[in-house]
């Protein structure tokens, strides 16, 4: 048996019904739950847990399957229920990148028949996350991207906004540590990967795993505009430390404001302090995958 928790935005989508339906039809034991205002998935994963469904599929977008994360985060790692994705959002990433099927039926498919893998969650401060934590102009090209834009053109919607933002960003400063160093930053975008890409299709961490019980980071410091061309360079070598761009890899990492509250995105969802601690919860769950999962450390 699965349990579908379905984002109420998307109970319309008359292919989700077809392939509940087709599948139901096949002989497969499938229940759906949609959600109606804040709060409800909450709710729904504790019910879940209570009746002792086995496996739940988080039905919607990144946010969706944030808020399911962050339901089980809470409960003891022995009643934490298996999850799936059903991906109907606009960007997907975190699906996109581990070669979740985009197809509701084949979706649904997988979480029913695939395989549950033991995979890494961040604890951010008192939140969690499963793909990416972004921060700087990465952060509000995500909140601040109107939904309707999203909806008409897609992934797309998040680099047209970004034009649009470069011209008035100014960069973030504060202080980074982790267990080796500390440093100063000023950054244009940082990134804390525990998955591969973000922000509709943008590979931020090519060498992620989402197994590996490390966070992948990226820091992307200030630049003259002469240095572009050396920026998108190193932007484009998935291991280089260079001039410009930052990465690395760590269990934890801090990041202390110098400029009073910062937004960070948590997966798409803004979240607001002056300090983040950004820490790998090894084999937190279980999550149903594909057999070629590229994401996964075999």
């Known amino acids: 048996m699965i349990r579908i928790l379905l984002n109420g935005k998307k109970a319309g989508l008359p292919e989700v019904r077809t392939a509940v339906t087709a599948l139901r039809g096949q002989g497969y034991d499938i229940e759906v739950r949609v959600t109606w205002e804040q709060g409800d998935i909450k709710r729904l994963v504790e019910e879940a847990v209570s009746e002792e469904i086995p496996r739940i599929v988080a039905a919607g977008g990144d946010g969706t399957v944030n808020e399911v994360v962050n339901a089980i985060a809470h409960l003891d790692a022995v009643d934490r229920p298996e999850i799936a994705i059903l991906p109907l959002g606009t960007a997907n990433d975190f699906a996109s990148a581990c070669?979740?099927?985009t197809s509701p039926f084949d979706a649904i498919k997988l979480?029913?028949?695939g395989t549950a893998i033991p995979v890494d969650l961040v604890k951010a401060n008192d939140r969690h996350f499963m793909n990416v934590a972004t921060g700087g102009f990465?952060?509000?090209?995500?909140?601040?991207t109107p939904v309707q834009l999203k909806n008409f053109i897609g992934g797309g919607a998040y680099t047209l906004s970004g034009i649009i933002k470069a011209i008035n960003f100014t960069p973030l400063s504060g202080k980074l540590r982790t267990a080796e160093s500390e440093d100063e930053y000023e950054v244009?975008?940082?990134?804390?990967?525990?998955?591969?890409q973000a922000g509709g299709g943008q590979i931020l961490a090519p060498t992620a795993f989402i197994n590996d019980g490390l966070l992948d980071v990226l820091i992307v410091s200030t630049f003259p505009l002469r240095d572009v061309n050396v920026v998108i360079q190193e932007l484009l070598n998935p291991v280089l430390d260079g001039k410009y761009i930052k990465r690395f890899k760590t269990k934890w990492v801090e990041a202390i404001s110098g400029d009073g509250t910062q937004q960070v995105n948590l997966d798409g969802e803004p979240y607001y302090s002056e300090y983040f601690r950004f820490e790998v919860l090894p084999d937190a769950y279980n999550l149903i995958l594909p057999s070629l999962c590229p994401c996964i450390n075999q």
Request: net charge negative; hydrophobic share 50%; charged share 15%.
């Open 138 to 144: 990465g952060a509000q090209i995500t909140a601040d």
């Open 99 to 101: 070669l979740i099927p």
């Open 111 to 113: 979480a029913l028949e």
């Open 188 to 196: 244009i975008v940082g990134a804390i990967c525990n998955g591969r």
